[in-house]
Nanobody, 122 residues
Framework: QVPLVDAGGGSVQAGGSLRLSCAASGRIYSSAVMAWFRQAPGKEREFVAAFRWGAGQTLYADSVKGRFTISRGGAANTAALQMNSLKPEDTAVYYC???????????????WGQGTQVTVSS
Protein backbone atom coordinates (compact mmCIF):
# COMPACT_ATOMS: atom_id res chain seq x y z
CA GLN A 1 0.00 0.00 0.00
CA VAL A 2 1.35 3.40 -1.01
CA PRO A 3 1.82 5.39 2.20
CA LEU A 4 1.35 8.85 0.65
CA VAL A 5 -0.31 9.99 -2.58
CA ASP A 6 0.60 13.34 -4.12
CA ALA A 7 -1.90 15.27 -6.25
CA GLY A 8 -2.63 18.75 -7.58
CA GLY A 9 0.32 19.58 -9.80
CA GLY A 10 -0.06 21.32 -13.13
CA SER A 11 1.10 24.15 -15.36
CA VAL A 12 0.55 27.83 -14.56
CA GLN A 13 1.94 31.18 -15.58
CA ALA A 14 4.20 33.17 -13.30
CA GLY A 15 2.17 34.84 -10.57
CA GLY A 16 -0.41 32.09 -10.54
CA SER A 17 -1.40 29.65 -7.80
CA LEU A 18 -1.63 25.91 -7.29
CA ARG A 19 -2.71 23.76 -4.36
CA LEU A 20 -1.04 20.42 -3.80
CA SER A 21 -2.52 17.69 -1.63
CA CYS A 22 -1.02 14.67 0.09
CA ALA A 23 -3.32 11.86 1.16
CA ALA A 24 -2.04 9.37 3.73
CA SER A 25 -3.15 5.74 3.53
CA GLY A 26 -3.77 5.66 7.28
CA ARG A 27 -4.24 7.99 10.20
CA ILE A 28 -1.77 10.85 10.59
CA TYR A 29 -0.85 10.97 14.27
CA SER A 30 -0.48 14.24 16.14
CA SER A 31 3.26 13.71 16.54
CA ALA A 32 3.81 13.30 12.81
CA VAL A 33 5.40 15.89 10.61
CA MET A 34 4.19 16.33 7.04
CA ALA A 35 6.49 18.03 4.56
CA TRP A 36 7.10 18.82 0.93
CA PHE A 37 10.36 18.65 -0.95
CA ARG A 38 10.97 19.45 -4.60
CA GLN A 39 13.43 18.39 -7.25
CA ALA A 40 14.18 20.31 -10.42
CA PRO A 41 15.92 18.63 -13.39
CA GLY A 42 19.61 18.15 -12.72
CA LYS A 43 19.33 19.35 -9.12
CA GLU A 44 19.17 17.69 -5.75
CA ARG A 45 15.90 17.30 -3.88
CA GLU A 46 15.40 20.33 -1.65
CA PHE A 47 13.20 21.17 1.31
CA VAL A 48 10.13 23.35 0.80
CA ALA A 49 7.96 23.29 3.94
CA ALA A 50 7.05 21.16 6.96
CA PHE A 51 4.16 21.07 9.43
CA ARG A 52 3.67 19.25 12.73
CA TRP A 53 0.23 17.69 12.53
CA GLY A 54 -0.89 18.13 16.14
CA ALA A 55 0.78 21.36 17.26
CA GLY A 56 0.64 23.17 13.94
CA GLN A 57 4.28 24.28 14.02
CA THR A 58 5.61 25.13 10.59
CA LEU A 59 8.99 25.44 8.91
CA TYR A 60 9.61 26.98 5.48
CA ALA A 61 12.52 27.33 3.10
CA ASP A 62 13.54 30.97 2.69
CA SER A 63 12.76 30.77 -1.01
CA VAL A 64 9.04 30.13 -0.40
CA LYS A 65 8.34 32.11 2.80
CA GLY A 66 5.38 34.42 2.38
CA ARG A 67 4.24 32.65 -0.81
CA PHE A 68 3.58 29.03 0.23
CA THR A 69 1.43 27.78 3.12
CA ILE A 70 1.45 24.22 4.46
CA SER A 71 -1.53 23.00 6.49
CA ARG A 72 -4.07 20.26 6.98
CA GLY A 73 -6.11 19.63 3.88
CA GLY A 74 -9.88 19.58 3.66
CA ALA A 75 -10.18 15.79 3.76
CA ALA A 76 -9.23 13.53 6.63
CA ASN A 77 -5.57 12.53 6.79
CA THR A 78 -4.69 14.94 4.01
CA ALA A 79 -2.09 17.70 4.02
CA ALA A 80 -2.05 20.64 1.66
CA LEU A 81 0.50 23.03 0.21
CA GLN A 82 -0.98 26.27 -1.09
CA MET A 83 1.43 27.90 -3.53
CA ASN A 84 0.84 31.54 -4.50
CA SER A 85 2.85 34.04 -6.54
CA LEU A 86 4.56 31.18 -8.34
CA LYS A 87 7.84 31.83 -10.14
CA PRO A 88 9.53 29.92 -12.97
CA GLU A 89 12.18 28.81 -10.50
CA ASP A 90 9.47 26.95 -8.56
CA THR A 91 9.25 24.48 -11.46
CA ALA A 92 10.02 21.00 -10.13
CA VAL A 93 8.55 17.66 -9.12
CA TYR A 94 7.06 18.12 -5.67
CA TYR A 95 7.11 15.23 -3.20
CA CYS A 96 5.21 15.01 0.07
CA UNK A 97 6.84 13.21 2.96
CA UNK A 98 6.10 12.09 6.51
CA UNK A 99 8.44 11.95 9.48
CA UNK A 100 8.58 12.74 13.20
CA UNK A 101 11.08 15.61 13.32
CA UNK A 102 10.26 19.13 12.19
CA UNK A 103 13.28 19.25 9.96
CA UNK A 104 14.50 20.40 6.56
CA UNK A 105 16.74 17.36 6.28
CA UNK A 106 15.84 14.73 3.69
CA UNK A 107 16.87 11.82 5.91
CA UNK A 108 14.37 12.84 8.62
CA UNK A 109 11.48 11.61 6.50
CA UNK A 110 10.59 7.96 6.07
CA UNK A 111 7.47 7.89 3.92
CA TRP A 112 7.30 9.53 0.51
CA GLY A 113 4.70 10.25 -2.14
CA GLN A 114 5.22 9.51 -5.82
CA GLY A 115 5.64 13.17 -6.75
CA THR A 116 3.63 15.62 -8.82
CA GLN A 117 4.94 17.96 -11.53
CA VAL A 118 4.62 21.72 -11.13
CA THR A 119 5.56 23.84 -14.13
CA VAL A 120 5.60 27.64 -14.01
CA SER A 121 6.06 29.53 -17.27
CA SER A 122 7.26 33.10 -17.58
Amino acid sequence: QVPLVDAGGGSVQAGGSLRLSCAASGRIYSSAVMAWFRQAPGKEREFVAAFRWGAGQTLYADSVKGRFTISRGGAANTAALQMNSLKPEDTAVYYCARGVDLSSTLSSYRDWGQGTQVTVSS
